[in-house]
């Protein structure tokens, strides 16, 4: 709890300004947009590059984004279920997917996971997130938001991944894994990618409109069971069974149980999915996760 909450408090901090902003007049939740894209373009390639392009890491360690990928369609599946028996339909039954199966596990667990196991626990969540969360939302979460979207958009998964700035940074990273990087660029792109929390969250804020929150308040209550309580409780059934890691196992139940990924903002305006639920849930799972991740650390 200790180490946590000061996470949770600053991006709930970051949350209220951009509400602060909204609701004063200064900034629209259409201001949101060009965060996003500032995000997308710029921030978030930054922060892979500088994180994963000096890690250095083990073979042993490729069985954690296998097993995020398999997290990940778990929480695919079980959603998709749970749209069904709420009778779900459209840009709605599309965020409800996307915000139950796809967490944060940069923002929130990158942090989380250094201040639990130190570098140790940072390179797990690294493998985690960026070969199996992230690469799973940007095929698999692309085709679902072109599935349920309003917005007429041809989904080619292996194009919106190898096209993806975040990814594109990725590739880059591993290959100048040998190269020293000048310590001027390195510190510039290091504090770029700073900025994409605070960003993120703002654009958060902006969006957020309290009425959807009391709108959604049934679907939010599911949503939030199934991100925080239920995904890692399969998080670690799977690693009981396939990790013989103690380290790996603590990071697989944390990322799967942090908050709803903040992308999923991102993903929504472009396909034009229910961004008010979208907004909500992460709101909302960001409050639970409070909770909910010592919980579910004390079960490993």
Do not use: C
């Not at 949770?8 to 200064?26: A, E, F, S």
């Not at 939302?137 to 007429?152: F, P, S, V």
């Amino acid at each position: 709890m200790a180490t946590l909450a000061p996470v949770i408090l600053g991006v709930l901090g970051y949350v209220g300004l951009g509400i602060v902003l909204r609701v004063t007049g200064l900034l629209s939740a259409e201001d949101s947009k060009p965060l996003n894209t500032l995000l997308i373009y710029a921030a978030l390639p930054a922060l892979v590059f500088s994180t994963v392009q000096p890690a250095r890491a083990t073979a042993q360690l490729a069985i954690v984004p296998v097993l995020a990928w398999v997290i990940a369609l778990a929480g695919v599946a079980i959603a998709w279920v749970l749209t069904r028996a709420f009778r779900l339909e459209g840009p709605t039954a599309g965020a409800f997917i996307l915000v139950a199966a796809f967490g944060n596990t940069a923002y929130i667990g990158y942090p989380v996971a250094s201040a639990l196991l130190g570098d140790a626990g940072l390179v797990r969540a690294i493998f985690y997130d960026i070969f199996g969360n992230t690469a799973a939302i940007i095929t698999i979460g692309a085709l679902i938001a072109g599935h349920y979207g309003e917005r007429d958009v041809k989904v080619n998964p292996l194009r919106e991944l190898v096209t993806f700035p975040p990814f594109i940074a990725l590739v880059l990273a591993l290959a100048l894994r040998s190269v020293a990087v000048p310590a001027l660029v390195s510190g510039w792109l290091g504090a770029l990618g700073k900025l994409v929390v605070p960003m993120i969250m703002v654009s958060v804020g902006l969006s957020l409109k309290p009425r959807a929150v009391r709108a959604h308040l049934g679907k939010l209550g599911v949503i939030a069971s199934v991100k925080l309580l239920v995904m890692p409780l399969v998080a670690l059934g799977i690693g009981t069974l396939l990790v013989h890691d103690p380290a790996s196992l603590r990071i697989l139940v944390l990322e799967a149980g942090v908050p709803s990924m903040m992308l999923t903002v991102t993903i929504g305006m472009k396909y034009q999915l229910d961004v008010d639920l979208i907004a909500s849930a992460i709101l909302v799972t960001v409050l639970g996760a409070v909770l909910t991740i010592p919980l579910m650390q004390l079960l490993v």
